[in-house]
Structures are given as C-alpha cells and as structure tokens.
C-alpha cells in the first residue's frame, strides 16, 4: 500500500478508555501524547472499551485517510497477478482493533448459542420479520473441539478456524450491543493500515530480513500461532499485521486482481470492494504463522476453499460458522470501525455478504432447529442477566 497523505502523529501510545454510552475514540482537545488524527470532529485518539455484557476489553487505534495505492507493482518480489494491477482508493479515516481477535474476544460470540435457545424456549425477545434486521446467527457450539483449539485456547492467542460468515456475524454483534458500526475492513483498508504509510512491501520497508522482528512466519514461529502483541507495532501502533494469523476482509477473492477498477477515478475504499457472490474463494490477508516472508507483505492475500478448510468437519452438512483443517487454523480476523457510518440499510452487506449458497444453507439449518437467531442491540446484555 503506497499512502500519499498521512495525518497521523506517531508517538508513545496511550488509550482513552471509555464507556460504550460515550462516543468513543473522539477527543475535543488535541491529544498531549500518543497518536491522533485531526478530523472535522476533532481528535480520532485510541480508545479501550469493555464489551457490554462481558468482562473483555477491545483496544481501538486511529488509523488516518488519504489516498493509497491498492495492490503492489510487478517489480515488487513475490508480486502476483491478484495484486494488480495498481489502483488509486480515497480511504476515509477509521479505527482498528489493534490486535487480532483474541479467543478471550470470541468466546463470548460462540456461548450465545446457549443463549439464544434459552431466550427461544422461553419466548424471551423473539426475532419477527420487523426486527429480523437486528439478529445475527450464534455459532452451534463445536462437535470436535480439537480442530478448533489445536493449538490450546489460551485467552491471548488469536481466535481461528471461524468462517468469513462467522466473523461478519460477530461484527454485527459487536455493533449492535455497542451502537456503534463495526465490521470487518475492506482490502483497501486492510492494505492501508498494514502499510503504517509506507510505500513498501512491508510497512518497515523492502528487506525481509527484518520481518522477525515485527512478525510470527516461518522464520520464526516454531509452527505454531503465538499470543497477540508478541512483535513490534507498525507506525500507527497497530500488532500483527504482517503474519501470525491470516485475517479476513469484506473482499472476494480473484485470481484477476484489480482489472474491473483499472482506469477508474475517485475510487473510494468501498466502492473498490469486490463484494462476495460466491461462497469462495472469499479473502484473507496478512499473511500466517507458517507462511515464508513473501506471503505476509502487505499485498498478499490468500482465497478461502470449502472443500479443503472443512475436509475433516463431522458436521452434515457442512457448518456455516466453522472451518476444521488447515490452513484454516491459521486464520483470523480482526474489525474496524469507520468514522463515517453508512445507514442500517447499506450495513446489511457488512454483516451478511449477498452469497446465494450460503444464506439458503444458513436459512435450512435454522428451519430444522440446528441454528438460532437472536436480537443484538444495547439491551441484550441486561435481558441475558435477567434470563440467567
């Protein structure tokens, strides 16, 4: 990602923490230390909140806008035909978890399953065409619960083996209990936050010689994901984003790259998604925990496969919300949330992508009872209290 305009002011990083009922993230005064960015509404500056209902913590970072360049050159070493070719995205300012979501972050996504039969049984905030918008899918709970923790389940390490599905749901829950939008960054936006503003492979630069200092690979991983925050930051304060896990983007994935953008103007980061149609190849990024050096550049990305990532799943059919075999176990996610919102309306296509197959095989396992649906909004975390 080669950023042309950068806004942010990288210093030693300190959060604001902050209640959900509060506009996160905004400061009216210009910060005396750590990172910022100046917007219309002030100051974007970190912010930490606890996800309501739970005793977890989210760490947010600032991320600045400006115009960057979508994939990489085809003099760049490790360059493919899907990073190219070249093109110019606007990309508005967001906030980004600074580290990949952790199973301390995701564990409380996978118990609503419980939760929502619980509230089903006793007819407790039913889901009715009106409110259908607001409820998301809970993931069943696991059949065969050591291809998921393969690697132990250590609250710090980075949650995995979810679907694209499963991730964009979790996005949706988070968005909801907290009222504000988050989900899960474009490609652009990913490339951009990755690159720390640098206009290099890598966001320290061009020599991959480096890369053990600021990332899990194969040169250093042992085979094996580690705890989040075990490397240096990029320039925005930003962990991981070159290897450790593969992360989920909004993005489908294509072998074709950029073509269907090339040649046109004033390209914002959403409008160079390529939105999902498909059930794959769906995309990841930032490399993994055994991937070798040119895999995690800022520019790599991966295409998912159903067949492959779900060979050893005991689930008929196949689950929507989990993946079993490798490499699945080495991807992850992490969300952002955008300074500018978009309406209800548009936010639909964050949370479920507009993929035939699969919302048909979500709507048939909740007919026959092996899914559930429930409300997410600001009062889930006080009815589950009074349910329990």
Not at 208 to 217: C, I, P, T, V
Not at 307 to 326: G, M, Q, R, V
Request: aromatic content about 12%; some cysteine; glycine content about 8%.
């Amino acid at each position: 990602m080669r950023n042309l305009v950068l806004t942010l002011a990288i210093v030693c990083l300190t959060a604001t923490s902050v209640s959900a009922a509060e506009d996160p993230g905004i400061s009216q005064t210009k910060p005396e230390s750590g990172p910022y960015v100046k917007v219309e509404q002030g100051y974007m500056v970190p912010y930490e909140f606890t996800i309501p209902g739970t005793q977890v913590t989210l760490k947010m970072i600032p991320v600045p806008g400006g115009k960057v360049m979508l994939g990489s050159p085809e003099s760049e070493e490790g360059h493919t035909d899907a990073e190219g070719p070249e093109v110019e995205v606007e990309v508005g300012p967001f906030w980004m978890a600074e580290h990949e979501m952790t199973w301390e972050q995701y564990k409380p996504y996978m118990e609503l399953y419980n939760i929502f039969k619980k509230f089903q049984a006793k007819n407790i905030r039913p889901v009715t065409d009106d409110n259908r918008v607001d409820a998301i899918t809970a993931p069943t709970p696991l059949y065969e619960p050591s291809f998921t923790f393969e690697y132990g389940e250590d609250p710090k390490l980075p949650a995995t083996t979810m679907t694209n599905y499963a991730a964009r749901q979790y996005t949706k829950w988070l968005s909801g209990v907290t009222g504000k939008q988050y989900r899960l960054p474009s490609e652009a936006e990913f490339e951009h936050a990755a690159s720390g503003g640098a206009k290099t492979a890598y966001h320290f630069g061009d020599d991959a010689e480096q890369l053990g200092d600021y990332a899990w690979f194969d040169g250093n991983a042992e085979e094996k994901p580690h705890v989040v925050k075990g490397k240096k930051p990029n320039q925005y304060g930003l962990y991981d984003m070159h290897g450790n896990v593969w992360e989920w983007v909004l993005d489908q994935y294509s072998d074709e790259g950029f073509a269907k953008l090339d040649g046109k103007k004033n390209l914002t980061a959403l409008a160079a998604v390529n939105w999902p149609t498909e059930v794959e190849p769906l995309m990841v990024k930032g490399g993994g925990w055994d991937e070798d050096a040119e895999n995690c550049r800022t520019a790599a990305k991966m295409g998912s496969s159903e067949d492959d990532w779900k060979e050893e799943d005991p689930n008929i059919p196949l689950s929507p919300w989990w993946f079993t075999s490798y490499p699945s176990t080495c991807v992850g996610f992490r969300v952002v949330r955008p300074l500018e919102e978009v309406g209800k309306k548009d936010a639909v296509k964050f949370y479920q992508a507009d993929i035939e197959f699969l919302n048909l095989d979500v709507s048939d396992r909740l007919i026959e009872g092996r899914g559930i649906l429930g409300l997410v909004d600001p009062d889930l975390p006080e009815a589950i209290k009074k349910a329990d």
